[in-house]
């Protein structure tokens, strides 16, 4: 190993950070380097090779990219990296999100039969506060499989120091037709505009790209279905919820976190991108200033919000309404003209009886706003606080 490339290893293992490296196709002689040099436990949580479609599939809990070898592909991969990491870091804490990453490498190498596609690579870092993408062609014929391998190890170690925040990089010894394209998206940005309202809302795609809408107009962004909570952290209890949605109203289930809370505290910039990366790879979340569903409603028309027992018992509390009735019977009006409605789950109460929609009071012009998941759909019964120790 030449000394350039043992000290950049060194600095690398000599940071904070701790990552998750998810490579197929290329990248572990990359992983072999990092392994050779001393303090690689310190970074180094877990290395896979996802190598055949079935294993590459298994590690995104059974999702199935279009393209294995692509952008999207590579920011799945670096997606359930970030989320393996944060098992093995710290089970369910959101404290130590800031020192992970998940990083991936999905490419075609020379093989030994004639590859009618691009040699490319695409290598992804995820961390809290933004996703990296890299991606290199190189030009058929110039080098040999183990020097393409050599190439592509080399820009995932460039990859992973950059995201240690070590600010040189290996040589590559690239054509001088072939160069590096990066991609960037910024969390941390959003995050910030959100809270300085300068967006109604942005979200992120299970893949990591952002869509947005500016507070002061411009293209209608609108869910289908969405979820809403603190997911503080997301645990099993809002996965089923957003499962057994999916399947009542056959059709995807996004979720929504709410940087203003009409009980709790706002959120700060960096609880926001705490919260949101456990969705990496996996799952769409929308983030917003809408504290309140008649604020959602606006937002998000045409939406239908996946809710428990609990939250539709609270829509009918009066103190939400300055304790007055006409003002609640006008926010269920206005819901209803922004034709949104609720799915209702059904929650064990403090007496051990399950509770369902037809346990509520709802006013007689408003019951077709409100729909239920049966009981053999949903049930779990565990508070938010055992799911949270669990």
Known sequence: MDIELQNLIQDIHDSPKQAVIAVAGAGT??????????????????????????????????QTPKQYVSS????????????????????????????????SCTAALSSDRIRRGEHRVHIATWQARSLTVRTLVLIKGER??????????????NALAEACGINRVLDLALKDNEHVLL????????????????????ALYAHGKIRTRP???????????LLSGSFNPLHKGHLGMAKAASKWLERPVAFELAAINVDKPSLTEDTILKRIAQ???????????????????????????????????RLFYPKYYDNSEAQMLNAFAE??????????TGRVDEDDVFRTLTDLSIPADYRKLFESISEEQFRLDISSTELRNE
């Open 215 to 225: 507070a002061t107009g411009g293209a209608e962004v609108h869910p289908q279905t």
């Open 72 to 103: 999207l592909a590579a920011h799945q991969l670096a997606g359930a990296a970030l989320i393996r990491a944060q098992k093995l870091s710290s089970g369910t804490s959101l404290d130590n999100f800031e020192d992970l990453i998940g990083v």
């Open 335 to 344: 819901i209803a003209e922004n034709n949104c409605r609720f799915l209702v």
């Open 29 to 62: 002689t990359g992983l072999a380097n990092l392994l050779l040099v001393g303090g690689a436990s310190r970074t180094v949580l877990e290395a896979i090779v996802p190598y055949s479609l079935a294993a590459f599939d298994s590690f995104l809990d059974g």
């Open 279 to 313: 969705f990496a790879g996996k799952y769409p979340i929308y983030i917003s200033n809408a504290p309140t569903y008649l604020e959602k409603s606006r937002l998000y028309r045409n939406a239908t919000f996946v809710i428990g027992y609990d939250t539709a018992k």
């Open 144 to 157: 040999n499989r183990e020097d393409e391998e050599r190439t592509y190890s080399r820009l995932l170690l």
């Open 183 to 202: 991609e960037r998206y910024d969390y941390e940005s959003m995050a910030q505009r959100l809270r300085q309202n300068k967006l109604d809302f942005f």
